[in-house]
Nanobody, 123 residues
Framework: QVLLVESGGGLVQAGDSLRLSCAAS????????MAWFRQAPGKDREFVAA????????YYADSVKGRFTISRDNAKNTVYLQMNNLKPEDTAVYYCAARAGALSNRAPLYTYWGQGTQVTVSS
């Protein structure tokens, strides 16, 4: 059983930056591909970014490409999401997720999920 705890969300203005963190415990972190998803009010959960178990592979949604960067530190059992040039449409609850296998943009393939952290971007 892997426990994921997100942190770093908050209220920012358009154009600002935030860095989200997701700390994992209870499993061998380096065995898991990690991803960030988000869910805005009234919308379905959507893929944001994913990273392979060793960080060599990353994948981004088109809506965040060039603005967001996913990274991980296996020594700290933590995955990060650096978000730059934030836009009001980035407002959502951000979730991290883990799966044993290759990185994916498909939420049903992820086994473990955190509780989420709220990101609000004002215009």
């Amino acid at each position: 059983q892997v426990l994921l705890v997100e942190s770093g969300g908050g209220l920012v203005q358009a154009g600002d930056s935030l860095r989200l963190s997701c700390a994992a415990s209870g499993g061998t972190f380096s065995r898991y591909a990690m991803a960030w998803f988000r869910q805005a009010p009234g919308k379905d959960r959507e893929f944001v970014a994913a990273i392979s178990w060793n960080g060599s592979g990353t994948y981004y949604a088109d809506s965040v490409k060039g603005r967001f960067t996913i990274s991980r530190d296996n020594a700290k059992n933590t995955v990060y999401l650096q978000m730059n040039n934030l836009k009001p449409e980035d407002t959502a609850v951000y979730y991290c997720a883990a799966r044993a296998g290759a990185l994916s943009n498909r939420a049903p393939l992820y086994t473990y999920w955190g509780q989420g952290t709220q990101v609000t971007v004002s215009s």
